[in-house]
């Protein structure tokens, strides 16, 4: 599966935004790079978890706001800037949805839903397709961010790992053991609607 | 949070879109002018704020009046010196009256003067200005004096230094508001009666120099004064209820 080449770092890249970050530390002006860069993929990470579109403009537009607010906090150490990001859009996103006491939604996308039948093995049909909605559903939400971000944001491990904080290899066994989950639930669904038909 | 709304195939916003919404001069502005949320922190602080404070003012208040009230006590409590001796055990009292010394530790929420007040009020006499100490004999004042004891209790002496032959000096007493017992017993509390010889005057409590003292400053002669629910306690910690006793304090 491609992934999305928005997402790779380059040493270069970073070394560009912490010269940018430095100055923005100074003048919060100096952040416009910043957020030409990141506005985009921070905005599309917002808008996959929730279904108002406004929300999320706004949500972004809040993101942006304590990024400036809390730079002079923000030290590199070996992770992204976007890393940085992320954390302040998931702890904003999900404030609103306790705000709002809205649902947390789960865009998915079918082609990608494809993929994910393909991972684990089963047959690419429509019966299997919709079992499977139904059992990303069913998982947890530390769960369903690893799908979510891998299959329908087409993130690399390596930028999974970096906006959890977790490492490449761990980013890809916890990918590979909700896989395993989502398979059994299917699987056990699909048993039970079979000794259903049968009754 | 409820993780059940799945959207299928949603609308994907383009890259035009998105970037029709970036204002980057639009975050620096809300970031010149103090956000709602910022403002609501602080108001909250403050609420909470002055509420703890007053909350602990009304705390220290309370517990300030009320140490006051048991620190004369508490202090004169930890005086062995003035223990007198007596080599038998303290006969006619009741045993353990814990219960009794527990209701009447309840009843002491109310300071001396507090009570004093209150029985003055309801017997419609004239306020003596207990808050003015001025107004209260001072030691350097009085000459020693007596006091005698009218009901006589073999073990139950009012004691303070120099007691001898159920007299005790009045200058020592005035300062220390706890009648002691025999060797190894103590004086646990007791409520005074008082009747004075003016008219239409009732002093009760369970301190001794402020009511007692008061009227005695006030009469040429002698005060007389019942001592009752004396409690007392051995080493053990055990509690007795001592009978009443009429004493009579002369100057």
């Given at each position: 599966m491609a992934v999305n080449v928005l997402y790779h770092q380059t040493v270069q890249r970073i070394e560009e935004e912490l010269e940018w970050i430095r100055m923005a530390k100074v003048n919060p002006a100096h952040f416009a790079p910043l957020y030409k860069r990141y506005h985009e993929q921070i905005f599309r990470y917002i808008y996959q978890r929730m279904d108002d579109d406004e929300a999320a403009y706004d949500i972004t537009a809040q993101v942006f706001i304590k990024a400036i607010q809390h730079i002079s906090t923000y030290e590199y150490r070996?992770?992204?800037?976007s890393s940085w990001l992320y954390r302040i859009a998931k702890s904003e996103l999900y404030q609103s949805f306790r705000d709002k006491q809205s649902n947390r939604m789960i865009n998915v996308d079918t082609i990608q839903l494809g993929h994910i039948v393909d991972e684990i093995d089963e047959e690419n049909d429509e019966l299997n397709r919709k079992q499977l909605i139904n059992g990303i559903a069913q998982l947890k939400e530390k769960e369903i961010q690893f799908i979510e971000m891998r299959?329908?944001?087409?993130?690399?491990f390596k930028e999974i790992g970096e906006i959890l904080s977790i490492t490449e290899n761990n980013a890809k066994v916890k990918t590979f053991r909700v896989l395993e989950k989502l398979k059994s639930i299917v699987k056990s669904t699909r048993e039970h609607e079979l000794q259903k038909s049968k009754y | 949070m409820n993780f059940k709304k799945v959207n299928i195939d949603r609308k994907q916003i383009t890259q035009e879109e998105i970037e029709q919404h970036q204002d980057f001069d639009k975050i620096l502005e809300s970031l010149k002018r103090p956000s709602l949320t910022k403002k609501h922190i602080v108001l909250k602080t403050m609420f909470y704020g002055i509420l703890s404070f007053v909350v602990i003012l009304g705390v220290n208040f309370h517990f300030s009046t009320h140490q006051a009230d048991s620190k004369q006590v508490k202090s004169l409590d930890n005086?062995?010196?003035?223990f007198i001796n007596a080599k038998t055990k303290p006969s006619g009292f009741v045993d353990e009256v814990n219960t009794v010394s527990e209701n009447i530790e309840a009843k002491e929420h109310h300071t001396t003067k507090q009570i004093i007040h209150k029985q003055m009020e309801e017997l419609a006499v004239p306020e003596i200005?207990?808050?003015?100490?001025?107004?209260l004999p001072k030691k350097s004042q009085l000459k020693p004096s007596n006091i005698e004891l009218i009901t006589e209790h073999p073990m139950l002496i009012p004691s303070v230094?120099?007691?001898?032959d159920g007299r005790l000096l009045y200058s020592d007493f005035i300062e220390s508001p706890i009648i002691e017992i025999g060797e190894g017993y103590r004086v646990v509390s007791f409520n005074i009666d008082l009747q004075s010889k003016r008219e239409g005057i009732a002093v009760s409590g369970n301190?001794?120099?402020e009511a007692v003292m008061h009227e005695f400053s006030l009469l040429p002669k002698s005060i007389e004064f019942t001592l009752t629910k004396i409690i007392i306690e051995d080493k053990v910690g055990t509690q007795f209820l001592a009978p009443s006793m009429r004493l009579n304090l002369i100057k």
């Open positions: 070996g992770v992204p800037f299959f329908f944001e087409k993130r690399s | 005086s062995p010196k003035k200005a207990l808050d003015r100490k001025e107004e230094n120099g007691v001898q301190r001794f120099p």
